[in-house]
């Protein structure tokens, strides 16, 4: 299959990027993991030590002579899962001063896909221009906004709502493979309300 770049920084949610991690390479995708070291310490307190586990390799942030630094290494995309205000400053003013960012630049220049997934709330208007800025270089921008329709039931299946955005956009999953890790919407969904009238959500919580 390809292989991925997966960067994780030092914004809350590295559920997120386990998550996503893991999709991967069930889709038989490889992963190469850049990850800050605010992003290994919210890795750990946020206990998602099993990210690790799905890397088939893991670069040191600092390492300019990893092959994800070069436009001639063959990967096929990269997202940035969960990214933090400053990583994504950084990726809009291209200042390329560690290997994440360097990688995302890389990403930009060669004209493959880059996903950046801001977990912020809620933007300040220099958050708003560096989102915007990023997309004008070619970049999607997904923010962490799980959806409630699927009804999801558990932590897990809430992230997945994103997380299947982020593959579709990769170009790392097909319709079929997203539905399989989120229902899609149809049209007939919006006639089966749950047993309670459609009071509670899946998670128990009300409707509003």
């Known amino acids: 299959m390809s292989r991925y770049i997966l960067g994780v920084t030092g914004a809350s949610g590295a559920i997120y990027a386990t998550r996503t991690a893991?999709?991967?390479?069930?889709?038989?995708?490889?992963?190469?993991?850049?990850?800050?070291?605010?992003?290994?310490?919210?890795?750990?307190?946020?206990?998602?030590?099993?990210?690790?586990?799905?890397?088939?390799?893991?670069?040191?942030?600092d390492d300019f002579f990893a092959e994800c630094a070069s436009g001639s290494a063959d990967y096929a995309g990269m997202a940035v899962v969960p990214c933090s205000m400053g990583t994504l400053g950084r990726i809009a003013a291209g200042t390329s001063d560690n290997l994440l960012v360097r990688s995302a630049d890389v990403c930009l220049k060669e004209r493959r896909p880059l996903v950046i997934v801001p977990r912020e709330m809620p933007y300040n208007l220099i958050h708003i221009e560096n989102m915007e800025r990023v997309t004008r270089a070619g970049a999607v921008v997904v923010p962490a906004s799980p959806q409630f329709y699927s009804r999801p039931a558990s932590i897990e299946e809430l992230v997945d709502t994103v997380v299947a955005k982020v593959l579709k956009h990769l170009g790392a999953a097909s319709a079929e493979?997203?539905?399989?890790?989120?229902?899609?919407?149809?049209?007939?969904?919006?006639?089966?309300?749950?047993?309670?009238?459609?009071?509670?959500?899946?998670?128990?919580?009300?409707?509003c």
């Open 22 to 61: 893991m999709h991967l390479k069930r889709l038989g995708h490889e992963v190469s993991l850049v990850v800050t070291a605010p992003g290994c310490d919210v890795v750990k307190f946020e206990g998602q030590q099993a990210l690790f586990d799905y890397a088939d390799r893991t670069f040191d942030v």
């Open 177 to 207: 493979d997203c539905a399989e890790i989120v229902k899609p919407w149809n049209s007939s969904a919006s006639q089966k309300l749950p047993a309670d009238g459609g009071s509670q959500n899946a998670l128990g919580g009300p409707i």
